[in-house]
Protein backbone atom coordinates (compact mmCIF):
# COMPACT_ATOMS: atom_id res chain seq x y z
CA UNK A 1 0.00 0.00 0.00
CA UNK A 2 3.04 2.46 0.09
CA UNK A 3 3.46 4.72 -2.39
CA UNK A 4 5.92 4.05 -4.97
CA UNK A 5 9.64 5.07 -3.90
CA UNK A 6 8.19 5.61 -0.14
CA UNK A 7 10.47 3.49 2.08
CA UNK A 8 9.77 3.41 6.39
CA UNK A 9 12.36 5.78 8.10
CA UNK A 10 14.38 3.00 9.89
CA UNK A 11 15.30 5.63 12.57
CA UNK A 12 11.45 6.21 13.16
CA UNK A 13 9.19 3.44 13.16
CA UNK A 14 6.65 5.09 15.31
CA UNK A 15 6.39 8.09 12.68
CA UNK A 16 5.95 5.87 9.58
CA UNK A 17 2.97 3.99 11.69
CA UNK A 18 1.45 6.96 12.01
CA UNK A 19 2.05 8.24 8.77
CA UNK A 20 0.50 4.70 7.67
CA UNK A 21 -2.70 4.88 9.81
CA UNK A 22 -3.63 8.47 8.50
CA UNK A 23 -3.09 7.26 4.63
CA UNK A 24 -4.76 3.85 5.55
CA UNK A 25 -7.56 4.91 7.53
CA UNK A 26 -7.03 4.86 10.63
CA UNK A 27 -6.11 2.55 13.68
CA UNK A 28 -8.40 -0.14 12.35
CA UNK A 29 -6.66 -0.76 9.21
CA UNK A 30 -2.83 -1.10 11.08
CA UNK A 31 -4.53 -3.17 13.61
CA UNK A 32 -5.83 -5.76 10.85
CA UNK A 33 -2.08 -5.35 9.37
CA UNK A 34 -0.76 -6.09 12.58
CA UNK A 35 -3.22 -9.03 13.23
CA UNK A 36 -2.72 -10.50 9.61
CA UNK A 37 1.55 -10.16 10.28
CA UNK A 38 1.39 -12.31 13.69
CA UNK A 39 -0.89 -14.75 12.25
CA UNK A 40 1.32 -15.26 9.83
CA UNK A 41 4.26 -15.50 11.86
CA UNK A 42 2.61 -17.84 14.15
CA UNK A 43 1.85 -20.01 11.46
CA UNK A 44 5.38 -20.14 9.94
CA UNK A 45 6.73 -21.33 13.68
CA UNK A 46 4.51 -24.19 13.36
CA UNK A 47 5.32 -25.38 9.88
CA UNK A 48 9.01 -25.11 11.36
CA UNK A 49 8.40 -26.52 14.48
CA UNK A 50 6.54 -29.31 12.65
CA UNK A 51 8.72 -29.50 9.90
CA UNK A 52 12.37 -29.87 11.75
CA UNK A 53 11.64 -33.04 13.81
CA UNK A 54 14.36 -35.30 11.76
CA UNK A 55 12.52 -37.65 11.26
CA UNK A 56 13.16 -40.35 8.58
CA UNK A 57 11.12 -39.11 5.21
CA UNK A 58 12.21 -41.96 2.46
CA UNK A 59 12.81 -45.54 2.92
CA UNK A 60 16.35 -46.38 4.21
CA UNK A 61 19.01 -49.45 4.93
CA UNK A 62 21.67 -49.75 8.24
CA UNK A 63 23.96 -52.58 8.15
CA UNK A 64 25.89 -52.72 11.07
CA UNK A 65 27.64 -55.40 13.03
CA UNK A 66 26.76 -56.68 17.20
CA UNK A 67 29.32 -58.44 19.35
CA UNK A 68 27.79 -59.99 22.39
CA UNK A 69 28.60 -58.38 25.59
CA UNK A 70 26.22 -60.41 28.47
CA UNK A 71 23.94 -63.01 27.93
CA UNK A 72 21.85 -63.98 31.31
CA UNK A 73 19.65 -67.16 31.17
CA UNK A 74 16.89 -66.99 33.94
CA UNK A 75 15.37 -70.56 34.40
CA UNK A 76 11.23 -69.80 35.62
CA UNK A 77 10.32 -73.05 35.46
CA UNK A 78 11.05 -76.61 35.85
CA UNK A 79 14.34 -77.01 35.78
CA UNK A 80 16.43 -77.14 32.38
CA UNK A 81 15.06 -75.14 29.56
CA UNK A 82 11.36 -74.89 28.68
CA UNK A 83 8.85 -72.32 28.39
CA UNK A 84 8.65 -69.13 30.37
CA UNK A 85 12.47 -69.41 30.65
CA UNK A 86 13.96 -65.66 29.45
CA UNK A 87 17.05 -64.61 28.13
CA UNK A 88 18.77 -61.56 28.11
CA UNK A 89 21.31 -60.05 25.31
CA UNK A 90 23.37 -57.12 25.89
CA UNK A 91 25.38 -56.48 22.28
CA UNK A 92 27.72 -53.92 21.34
CA UNK A 93 26.96 -52.22 17.67
CA UNK A 94 29.47 -51.30 14.99
CA UNK A 95 30.11 -50.41 12.00
CA UNK A 96 33.50 -50.94 11.07
CA UNK A 97 33.56 -48.82 8.27
CA UNK A 98 33.23 -45.76 9.55
CA UNK A 99 35.15 -46.27 13.38
CA UNK A 100 36.35 -49.56 15.23
CA UNK A 101 35.03 -48.15 18.47
CA UNK A 102 31.00 -49.27 19.50
CA UNK A 103 28.21 -47.02 17.74
CA UNK A 104 25.47 -47.85 19.95
CA UNK A 105 24.02 -51.11 22.23
CA UNK A 106 21.04 -53.69 21.93
CA UNK A 107 19.01 -54.89 24.90
CA UNK A 108 16.94 -58.13 23.65
CA UNK A 109 14.92 -59.78 25.43
CA UNK A 110 13.48 -63.19 24.71
CA UNK A 111 10.85 -66.07 26.05
CA UNK A 112 11.32 -69.43 25.69
CA UNK A 113 7.79 -70.55 23.76
CA UNK A 114 8.23 -74.29 24.89
CA UNK A 115 8.21 -74.80 21.54
CA UNK A 116 11.91 -74.84 19.96
CA UNK A 117 10.83 -71.28 19.32
CA UNK A 118 11.60 -67.81 21.27
CA UNK A 119 9.18 -64.84 21.64
CA UNK A 120 11.39 -61.62 21.50
CA UNK A 121 11.64 -57.69 21.81
CA UNK A 122 14.38 -55.85 21.53
CA UNK A 123 15.56 -52.11 21.46
CA UNK A 124 18.70 -51.02 19.25
CA UNK A 125 20.34 -47.79 20.31
CA UNK A 126 21.91 -45.74 17.38
CA UNK A 127 23.79 -42.28 17.44
CA UNK A 128 20.27 -40.85 16.25
CA UNK A 129 17.75 -42.47 17.85
CA UNK A 130 16.81 -45.86 18.73
CA UNK A 131 15.14 -48.72 16.81
CA UNK A 132 12.46 -51.45 18.67
CA UNK A 133 12.03 -54.84 17.10
CA UNK A 134 9.72 -57.92 17.84
CA UNK A 135 9.16 -61.19 16.92
CA UNK A 136 9.38 -64.88 17.05
CA UNK A 137 12.96 -66.58 16.81
CA UNK A 138 13.28 -70.40 15.61
CA UNK A 139 16.82 -69.99 15.61
CA UNK A 140 19.75 -67.14 16.66
CA UNK A 141 21.85 -68.53 13.33
CA UNK A 142 19.32 -66.63 10.92
CA UNK A 143 16.27 -64.77 11.85
CA UNK A 144 14.08 -61.78 10.87
CA UNK A 145 12.33 -59.48 13.60
CA UNK A 146 9.96 -56.62 13.00
CA UNK A 147 10.85 -53.41 13.11
CA UNK A 148 7.63 -51.91 15.07
CA UNK A 149 9.07 -48.84 15.79
CA UNK A 150 11.74 -45.64 17.19
CA UNK A 151 12.68 -42.42 18.60
CA UNK A 152 13.92 -39.38 17.07
CA UNK A 153 14.94 -40.19 13.19
CA UNK A 154 13.56 -43.58 13.67
CA UNK A 155 10.33 -42.03 15.22
CA UNK A 156 8.40 -42.87 12.42
CA UNK A 157 9.94 -46.07 11.01
CA UNK A 158 8.60 -49.59 10.44
CA UNK A 159 10.68 -52.53 8.20
CA UNK A 160 12.55 -55.39 8.94
CA UNK A 161 15.28 -56.75 10.97
CA UNK A 162 17.54 -59.32 9.38
CA UNK A 163 20.60 -60.78 11.42
CA UNK A 164 22.47 -63.40 10.54
CA UNK A 165 25.09 -64.98 12.86
CA UNK A 166 28.86 -64.55 11.75
CA UNK A 167 29.83 -67.19 14.71
CA UNK A 168 33.23 -66.32 16.91
CA UNK A 169 33.81 -66.52 20.46
CA UNK A 170 31.59 -64.22 21.61
CA UNK A 171 29.14 -64.48 18.96
CA UNK A 172 29.03 -61.58 16.26
CA UNK A 173 26.00 -61.25 13.79
CA UNK A 174 25.57 -58.84 10.79
CA UNK A 175 21.95 -56.68 11.25
CA UNK A 176 20.54 -55.43 8.30
CA UNK A 177 17.39 -52.89 8.98
CA UNK A 178 15.19 -52.18 5.96
CA UNK A 179 13.16 -49.36 7.23
CA UNK A 180 10.42 -47.67 5.72
CA UNK A 181 8.17 -44.74 6.84
Known amino acids: ?5 RRAPTGAPSAWVRRMTTELGGVQMVSRITITIAAAGGALAV ?4 GGSGALIAPGTIRVTDTL ?3 VHVDA ?8 DLDFYREQLFNRGMTPEPIGHSDVMCTATGTGSANCIGTYFLPRGKLMVEGVLASRLFYELAVVGGTRLYENARGTLTA ?3 GGS ?3 EFLIFRLVV
Open 164 to 166: TAL
Open 77 to 84: GARGRGAG
Open 69 to 71: VKH
Open 47 to 50: AATA
Open 170 to 172: PRH
Open 1 to 5: MRERG
